[in-house]
Antibody, heavy 121, light 107 residues
Framework: EVQLVESGGVVVQPGGSLRLSCAASGFTFDDYAMHWVRQAPGKGLEWVSLISWDGGSTYYADSVKGRFTISRDNSKNSLYLQMNSLRGEDTALYYC??????????????WGQGTLVTVSS | DIQMTQSPSSLSASVGDRVTITCRASQGISNYLAWYQQKPGKVPNLLIYAASTLHSGVPSRFSGSGSGTDFTLTISSLQPEDVATYYCQKYISAPGTFGQGTKVEIK
């Protein structure tokens, strides 16, 4: 059974930094790309970032480019999202999601339960 | 970047009704179109991919069609457990843009 468990969500002040983590199990982690998707309270889904199976390729939504960094540690079956220069509009539930293949398509076949990031003073 | 536009933004229908949701891409995406279902308070789940292929375990009352820029999600006979918000997403390449969502309620 595929399991994705996010952690790291907290209340942080504007301009602050935060690192989200996702522990994956139930599949061969380094066979798949991984993604982060977020959902602001009461709003729709927003794709945030993608990392290829080997970490060699990364992509970002324009809204987070230059502020967020996605990474992975295949030896630990873990995905990360380093979030810097946080803004109020980054307040959201952040989902760790499994890609359906190794590369740069963005089909998401399994989702974690999410971790809540609140940016507020 | 390619934009995804869904319509309607919400709908209310009776149990047993046929429900149709449309999704339009601002540029052609072949059949790289997925639909997700998010029930109230729950995590989104993949429903359909490749425009018309049902994900494992999805009931056959759900179907998808389309190619290029225009796509449709159909629920052939609406059930109470189908109350949810439905999102389309293009996945041909990053960014994996979602539509704004369609909220489906029971009348």
């Amino acid at each position: 059974e595929v399991q994705l468990v996010e952690s790291g969500g907290v209340v942080v002040q504007p301009g602050g930094s935060l690192r989200l983590s996702c522990a994956a199990s139930g599949f061969t982690f380094d066979d798949y790309a991984m993604h982060w998707v977020r959902q602001a309270p009461g709003k729709g889904l927003e794709w945030v970032s993608l990392i290829s199976w080997d970490g060699g390729s990364t992509y970002y939504a324009d809204s987070v480019k230059g502020r967020f960094t996605i990474s992975r540690d295949n030896s630990k079956n873990s995905l990360y999202l380093q979030m810097n220069s946080l803004r109020g509009e980054d307040t959201a539930l952040y989902y760790c999601t499994k890609g359906s293949d190794v590369g740069t398509t963005t089909l998401l076949d399994y989702w974690g339960q999410g971790t809540l990031v609140t940016v507020s003073s | 970047d390619i934009q995804m536009t869904q319509s309607p933004s919400s709908l209310s229908a009776s149990v047993g009704d046929r429900v149709t949701i449309t999704c339009r891409a601002s540029q052609g995406i072949s059949n790289y179109l997925a639909w997700y279902q998010q029930k109230p308070g729950k995590v989104p789940n993949l429903l359909i991919y490749a425009a018309s292929t049902l994900h494992s375990g999805v009931p056959s009352r759900f179907s998808g069609s389309g190619s290029g820029t225009d796509f449709t999600l159909t629920i052939s006979s609406l059930q109470p457990e189908d109350v949810a918000t439905y999102y389309c997403q293009k996945y041909i390449s990053a960014p994996g843009t979602f539509g704004q969502g369609t909220k489906v309620e029971i009348k």
